[in-house]
């Protein structure tokens, strides 16, 4: 059975940063990519960033280019999101996921093959 567990979320001030961790199990993803998308209250869910697990090739939405990053750690099979300089439209329920579709294509995914129960990230300003 496969799991992606979140973790990492929480309050914090506009300015900060949280790191968002994503576990992954129950598979290989070596030919799969895993990212994370986030939906905020009355919002459609957005693509936020993804990478390709053998290449590690990175992609993320313009919007938190240089202020969010994304990597993974092989030997944990978990992917991380570095989130700083948040700000308060950043604020949402982000949800790690893992498809077989490259990384580069994510931000036009209607569904994905695996996804988490997603964490509470919010912003005060």
């Known amino acids: 059975q496969v799991q992606l567990v979140e973790s990492g979320g929480g309050l914090v001030q506009t300015g900060g940063s949280l790191r968002l961790s994503c576990a992954a199990s129950?598979?290989?993803?070596?030919?799969?990519?895993m990212g994370w998308f986030r939906q905020a209250p009355g919002k459609e869910r957005e693509f936020v960033c993804a990478l390709d697990w053998s290449s590690g090739s990175a992609y993320c939405l313009s919007s938190v280019w240089g202020r969010f990053a994304i990597s993974k750690d092989n030997a944990k099979n978990t992917v991380y999101l570095q989130m700083n300089n948040l700000k308060p439209e950043d604020t949402a329920v982000y949800h790690c996921?893992?498809?077989?579709?490259?990384?580069?294509?994510?931000?036009?995914?209607?569904?994905?093959?695996?996804w988490g129960q997603g964490t509470q990230v919010t912003v005060s300003s």
């Open positions: 996921a893992a498809d077989r579709a490259s990384a580069a294509a994510w931000s036009t995914l209607k569904s994905v093959d695996y």
């Open positions: 129950g598979r290989t993803f070596s030919s799969y990519a």
